[in-house]
């Protein structure tokens, strides 16, 4: 089932938390350093800058993958202006590639933009299968049949939340589930693999 907006809303810290993370973002340039000597779990978040207006979500799609312990990279400092897009495109080709993982945050937005297909494409040359994966968000009132980015879901390995049904416990989790099999994996030991 592909998760609907306003999930990761619920958790979040909010904009402020944002604008700290950020800055964060701006200072560590070089995340191959911060790979090495924090011996974290790098991830290059690839999002539309549009769905950045909803604040809330992309920070709580942060705040869940750093709660795996994943050190995140988002791209919306770099300033891809007209004037600037070959230095925009190279660096964030180098943040992909110093990367371990990719994650497609898979709005409509993003699938209907060029720089996240872009992106995506730059994520698949350098990186293995188990290396990506698509986060699918679809709107509240929209089925999954509905989702725009099912195509995508056919051909690269897609994060899901199974909520328990059993309520003395929290069995809740988020998975990685792999196109045309039945391989899934819990996502924190995703992040782990290299």
């Not at 340039?29 to 690839?46: A, G, M, P, Y």
């Not at 070959?86 to 994650?103: D, L, M, S, T």
């Amino acid at each position: 089932m592909i998760i609907k907006r306003g999930h990761f809303c619920e958790n979040a810290s909010g904009v402020s938390s944002f604008g700290k993370y950020l800055d964060e973002v701006e200072k560590n340039d070089d995340f191959t350093k911060i790979r090495k000597e924090n011996k974290k779990i790098t991830v290059f978040l690839s999002h539309n800058n549009n769905d950045i207006a909803d604040i809330k979500e992309t920070v709580g799609v942060i705040e869940m993958l750093e709660n795996y312990g994943a050190k995140i990279y988002i791209d919306c400092t770099d300033d891809i202006s007209h004037n600037n897009i070959g230095n925009a495109a190279y660096r964030i080709k180098q943040k992909i590639q110093n990367c371990h993982k990719f994650i497609l945050l898979a709005t409509e937005n993003a699938i209907e933009s060029k720089w996240c297909n872009w992106e995506l494409g730059i994520g698949d040359a350098c990186k293995c299968i188990d290396n990506i994966a698509i986060l699918p968000l679809i709107e509240e009132w929209k089925s999954d049949n509905q989702y725009v980015g099912n195509d995508y879901l056919l051909v690269y390995p897609s994060i899901y939340f199974k909520k328990s049904s059993n309520q003395k416990r929290d069995n809740s989790f988020y998975y990685i589930k792999y196109p045309n099999s039945n391989k899934i994996v819990k996502l924190d030991a995703w992040l782990k693999q290299n």
